[in-house]
C-alpha cells in the first residue's frame, strides 16, 4: 500500500520507460508464445517475392526520359525528335552532361537516360560505327524493358535509315563514275577519230594498188611526220601508284624521221612504203597512247569524284554500312543488377508495412475486446507510455523482420546490399513506425478485431498493389499514380532500394527520408488523438 | 469510519441510455460493500467509472480523496480490479502476468517477486506460476486476476462479479481471500448476482436497478426495509372460493395469491396477523394442514424493489 501511495506521488510521468520495457517486454513474450502465429509473418513475404517478383504487369507508357546530346547535329536532333515521338517515353531532361543526367536518375526523376555521343554525325558520315548508350534504371523490371525494347527500336530504325541513305548515296556514286567511264569511251572514240582521219592518206597509200610518186609518197611523209611531232612516245606506264601521270618520253622520232626521209631516195618505193608502214603503226601506237594520255585526263576529271565516293565506301567497315548506329546499354548503378534486386525493396517495405498495421489489430482492438488493455488502463500507466511501449516494440519487431528478410533476400536471391546497413536499418525503423502508428491508429478507432481487419484492409490493399513492387506504378492510371503519393510505402520503397541497390548515401534520400518523417508526425499526431482511454 | 469512495449526482449516458442516473453512494473505509443489481443495473459502468476506465457525464466522485476525472492515475495508484472478465494476457503464464502488472504499477523488480510469489502462494497457483495463464481453469484464472488486482496493494479493492461461474468451492476460495483481504485493512467493493454470497460476506449493500439506487444498507436493514410486507403460506385441506374471497377482504391483506390448496398472503404488519388468522379460519371451520411465516431473503428484498428475478436481468 505504501509502495503504491508512494508511485502516485510521483504524479503522473509523461513517458515512463520502465513501464515501457515491461511494455515491450510483455508483447515480445505473447509474439514468441505463439510461433505459428509468426509463421505467416516471415513466409508470406518469401511468397510475395516469389509471386510477385516475377509478376510482369502493363506496359508502362511515358517514361521519364533524359537525353544527353554530346552531339548536337541534325542527325542527332532526329534521334531526340524520334524518341520524343514515341508514347513510351516522355523526356524531360536535356542536359549536358551524363553525370547530370545520372543525378536524375539518381533522384528518381528520369527512369532512362539516353546518351548521344559526341561527332555523332560526322563519325556516321565517315563511317565509323556509333553506339547511343542506353542507361536503364533497373528499379522496376517491367519499365526498364520497356525502355530497352523500345529504344532498341528507336536506335534500330534510325540507323537502318541511315543505312538506306548511305547505300543509296553508294549506288548514285557508282552509277555516276558508271556514266562517266561510258562517256569516257564515247570521247576516247571522239578524240581517236581526227587522228585517225590524219592517218587516212597512209592507210590509202598502203591499200593502193597503184605505184606512187615520189612526189606523192614525199607529200604522205610529211603529213606522217606531223603526226610524229605530234604524238611522242611514252612509256606504257603511264600511271604511277599515286595515280600521278608520268610523262616520260623514251626514244623519239626525229632519228626515225629522217631515217624515213633518207629512205625514200635510196629505197626502193616498196620497202619504203614498208618502211612508212611500220612508222605509221608506230605513230598510230604512240597516237594512241597520246590519245589515251588525253582521256585519261579527262577520264580522271570526270569520274574521279565518283571514284573517290565509291572509294570511301570500300574502306567501309561493312557492319557500319549496315548498322551505323547501334543500341549501346550501361548499367545504372553497378553492374548485374536483376529485377528481382529491385523488387525486394519494395517486398521488404509492402512487408513491414502490411506485418504492421495488420499485427495491430490484435495489438489493440484485439486487446481491448479481451479486457487485456483494460488491466493495463487500470494501472496508472500514462497513455504516452502505453502508445510508445506498444510502438516500440512492434516497430523493434518490425525491424527484426525486415532484417530477416533481408538476410533471406541475401541467401536465396543473391542480393548485393549496396549501401549503408545503418541507413538501411534507419529507413526502416521509421517507416516501420509509420506503419505499426497507422495499425495503432485504426486499431484505435475500432472496437474489434473484425472491424479493424474491415479498416486495415482499406489502407492495406492500394498500398500493396500501389507500392510498386507488383505492378509498375507508371502502366498504371495518372489518378492511380497520384494516388500512390500518398502512401508511405512509396517513399520507404524509393528509400530502400535507393540505399539497398543504388548504394545511395543519406544525400540522396533525403527527400523519401523527409516525406517519412512528416508521415510518422502526422500519423502519430493521429494516434494520441484517437487513442482513448475510455473504453466505452 | 470515513468515506473512501463518495459518489455525488454520478451520470452516465451512452447517447440517449442512462446507464447510471444521479447516483449518490458511499463506501466506508476497511468495509465490504456489495453491489447488487440485475445485469444493466449500471452495477458494472459504476466501477468503470470508480475506476477511471470511463468518464462520467456528470456529478462527482473521489475514491480515496482523489477525484475521478481530474485525478485518474491517483486513483489508479491506489485501486485494484478484477473485472468481470478474465482480462490478463492469456499467452503470458501466471507469473509474467503478475511481473507485467507490477511493472506497470512502477513496482521494482525485488518487490514484484516478493509479491508475486507471496500471492501465488496464497492464490494457491505456485506450483502452476509457469503455466500459460490461457490454459487455467475458470476457478484458477479468477484466482490469478484477484493476484493481479492486489499485486500493488490497493486500498481500495473492486470485484466485479469474481464468482460468477465458478464451481462451489472456488466461490469458497475466492471468498474466504476476500473476507482475508478485508481483514487486513482492504476496503472491498464487491459486485455479485450471488444474494446468498452478498448477505455472508457484504458489511454493507447498495442495490441498484435501471441505473438508480433503489435501495442500500446492511443485509439486515435491507430485509427489514420489506418487512412491512410479510408473506405467509396457509395450506388448505380443501380451498373454497368463499374462502378465497373472504379472505382477500380483510383489511390487514395486502395481496393474495394462490396454487392449489395453498394460498400465499402479504401482509402489511406481522403483529397480531397469527391471531387474527387462525380465528378467522376458526370461525369458518376451515381445516388448515399448515401456516407459516416466510423469514424474506435478500432475494425476496431484490424482487419486492426491482419486480424481477435477480437472474433474468
Same mark, same amino acid.
Given at each position: ?70 552531339? $548536337? ?30 543525378r536524375?536518375?539518381d533522384e528518381g ?9 559526341? $561527332?555523332?554525325?560526322? $563519325? ?139 629512205? *625514200? ?102 486487446? %481491448? ?44 536471391? $543473391?542480393?548485393?546490399?549496396?549501401g549503408s546497413?545503418?541507413l538501411?536499418?534507419l529507413i ?21 478485431? *473484425? ?26 492510371? %495518372? ?16 528509400a530502400?532500394?535507393g540505399v539497398?541497390?543504388k548504394g545511395f548515401s543519406i544525400g540522396y534520400i533525403i527527400y523519401p527520408l523527409a ?22 | ?83 468481470? /472478465? ?52 475458470? #476457478?484458477?484464472? /479468477? ?5 493481479? #488486482? ?14 460468477? #461461474?465458478?464451481?462451489? /468451492? ?40 435501471? #441505473? ?46 394462490? /396454487? ?54
Amino acid at each position: 500500500m505504501k509502495r503504491s501511495t508512494a508511485r502516485a506521488e510521483e504524479k503522473e510521468v509523461l513517458l515512463d520507460f520502465r513501464k515501457m520495457g515491461a511494455i515491450v517486454r510483455k508483447n515480445f513474450i505473447v509474439m514468441t508464445r505463439d510461433p505459428i502465429r509468426l509463421i505467416p509473418l516471415l513466409v508470406f513475404p518469401i511468397i510475395m517475392i516469389l509471386v510477385f517478383g516475377y509478376i510482369s504487369g502493363n506496359t508502362p507508357k511515358h517514361i521519364s526520359t533524359a537525353i544527353v546530346p554530346y552531339d $548536337n547535329s541534325e542527325l542527332s536532333q532526329d534521334i531526340q525528335q524520334e524518341i520524343s515521338n514515341s508514347e513510351t517515353f516522355t523526356v524531360n531532361h536535356v542536359v549536358s552532361t551524363e553525370d547530370e543526367a545520372r543525378r536524375l536518375l539518381d533522384e528518381g526523376k528520369v527512369r532512362v537516360i539516353v546518351v548521344i555521343p559526341a $561527332n555523332f554525325e560526322d $563519325n556516321v558520315k565517315r563511317g565509323v560505327q556509333q553506339g547511343i548508350t542506353v542507361i536503364v534504371d533497373e528499379s522496376d523490371s517491367s519499365v526498364a524493358a520497356t525502355s530497352k525494347q523500345g529504344l532498341m527500336g528507336i536506335i534500330s530504325k534510325v540507323s537502318s535509315k541511315i543505312s538506306i541513305q548511305k547505300i543509296t548515296s553508294f549506288q548514285h556514286s557508282v552509277g555516276t563514275a558508271t556514266m562517266k567511264l561510258q562517256q569516257d569511251d564515247r570521247s576516247h572514240v571522239n578524240l581517236y577519230g581526227p587522228i585517225a582521219e590524219k592517218l587516212a592518206p597512209a592507210e590509202v597509200y598502203m591499200n593502193s594498188e597503184k605505184k606512187m610518186s615520189d612526189q606523192e609518197v614525199k607529200a604522205l611523209l610529211a603529213s606522217s611526220t606531223s603526226l610524229h611531232l605530234y604524238a611522242p612516245y611514252h612509256d606504257t606506264t603511264l600511271l604511277d601508284e599515286n595515280n600521278t601521270w608520268q610523262a616520260t618520253p623514251i626514244g623519239y622520232d626525229a632519228q626515225e624521221a629522217q631515217k624515213g626521209a633518207a629512205m *625514200q631516195s635510196s629505197y626502193l618505193m616498196g620497202s619504203a612504203i614498208s618502211e612508212v608502214h611500220a612508222a605509221t603503226m608506230v605513230a598510230r601506237q604512240a597516237d594512241s597512247q597520246a590519245i589515251s594520255a588525253a582521256s585519261y585526263n579527262n577520264y580522271k576529271k570526270n569520274v574521279a569524284a565518283p571514284l573517290q565516293t565509291i572509294n570511301v565506301f570500300t574502306q567501309y567497315d561493312a557492319n557500319s554500312m549496315l548498322t551505323p548506329v547501334v543500341y549501346e546499354e550501361k548499367a545504372a548503378y553497378g553492374t548485374g543488377k536483376r529485377a528481382i534486386d529491385f523488387v525486394i525493396p519494395s517486398i521488404i517495405a509492402l512487408t513491414i508495412f502490411q506485418g504492421a498495421v495488420m499485427g495491430m489489430g490484435r495489438s489493440i482492438a484485439g486487446e %481491448k475486446k479481451d479486457g487485456s488493455l483494460t488491466r493495463v488502463f487500470l494501472t496508472p500507466t500514462s497513455n504516452v507510455t502505453i502508445i510508445i511501449g506498444t510502438l516500440s516494440f512492434y516497430t523493434l519487431f518490425e525491424t527484426i523482420r525486415a532484417t530477416f528478410l533481408i538476410i533471406i533476400s541475401i541467401i536465396f536471391f $543473391n542480393i548485393k546490399i549496396e549501401g549503408s546497413l545503418l541507413l538501411i536499418g534507419l529507413i526502416i525503423l521509421i517507416y516501420a513506425s509509420i506503419s505499426v502508428a497507422l495499425g495503432m491508429a485504426i486499431s484505435s478507432m475500432v472496437k474489434t478485431e *473484425q472491424q479493424f481487419m474491415a479498416m486495415a484492409m482499406l489502407i492495406s490493399m492500394p498500398s500493396m498493389f500501389l507500392a510498386g513492387a507488383l505492378f509498375p506504378l507508371q502502366a498504371m492510371p %495518372k489518378f492511380m499514380q497520384v494516388l500512390a503519393q500518398f502512401l508511405p510505402v512509396t517513399y520507404a520503397g524509393d528509400a530502400l532500394r535507393g540505399v539497398m541497390i543504388k548504394g545511395f548515401s543519406i544525400g540522396y534520400i533525403i527527400y523519401p527520408l523527409a516525406v517519412l518523417l512528416l508521415f510518422l508526425a502526422i500519423v502519430l499526431g493521429i494516434v494520441f488523438m484517437v487513442f482513448k482511454r475510455d473504453i466505452e | 469510519m470515513k468515506n473512501i469512495i463518495e459518489m455525488k449526482d454520478l451520470v452516465k449516458k451512452f447517447g440517449p441510455f442512462t446507464a447510471v442516473d444521479k447516483i449518490n453512494i458511499s463506501v466506508k473505509e476497511g468495509e465490504i460493500f456489495g453491489f447488487l443489481g440485475p445485469n444493466g443495473a449500471g452495477k458494472t459502468t459504476t466501477i468503470s467509472m470508480l475506476t477511471t476506465l470511463i468518464k462520467p457525464t456528470s456529478g462527482k466522485a473521489l475514491v480515496a480523496g482523489h477525484d475521478i476525472v481530474t485525478e485518474g492515475v491517483d486513483v489508479r495508484s491506489v485501486i485494484g480490479v478484477v473485472p468481470q /472478465q478474465f482480462s490478463l494476457f492469456q499467452e503470458l503464464t501466471a507469473e509474467e502476468n503478475l511481473v507485467y502488472i507490477g511493472r506497470l504499477y512502477g513496482m521494482s523488480r525485488p518487490a514484484i517477486k516478493e509479491r508475486s510469489d507471496y500471492l501465488l502462494k496464497i492464490m494457491s497457483l505456485y506450483d502452476a506460476r509457469n503455466r500459460i495463464a490461457g490454459v487455467f481453469s475458470g #476457478g484458477m484464472k /479468477q484466482r490469478l486476476s484477484l493476484a493481479a #488486482g492486489i499485486m500493488s496493494k490497493p486500498k481500495i479493492l473492486f470485484m466485479d462479479e469474481p464468482t460468477t #461461474g465458478l464451481d462451489p /468451492q472456488s466461490r469458497i476460495a475466492i471468498r474466504e481471500l476476500t473476507k482475508k483481504l478485508n481483514s487486513e485493512g482492504m476496503t472491498i467493493v464487491y459486485t455479485t448476482h450471488d444474494m446468498d454470497e452478498a448477505e455472508k460476506i457484504c458489511d454493507r449493500i447498495t442495490i441498484m436497478d435501471k #441505473g438508480k439506487v433503489v435501495a442500500d444498507g446492511t443485509s439486515e436493514e435491507l430485509k427489514h426495509k420489506i418487512a412491512s410486507h410479510h408473506e405467509i403460506e396457509i395450506e388448505f385441506e380443501e380451498l373454497s372460493a368463499d374462502i378465497l374471497a373472504a379472505l382477500k377482504k380483510l383489511p390487514f391483506v395486502v395481496s393474495l395469491s394462490h /396454487q392449489g390448496d395453498i394460498i400465499n398472503l402479504t401482509v402489511k404488519e406481522r403483529k397480531n396477523v397469527f391471531f387474527m388468522l387462525s380465528s378467522f379460519l376458526n370461525k369458518r371451520n376451515q381445516k388448515v394442514v399448515e401456516i407459516k411465516f416466510k423469514e424474506p431473503s435478500l432475494e425476496d428484498v431484490f424482487i419486492q424493489l426491482t419486480k424481477k428475478d435477480l437472474r433474468d436481468g
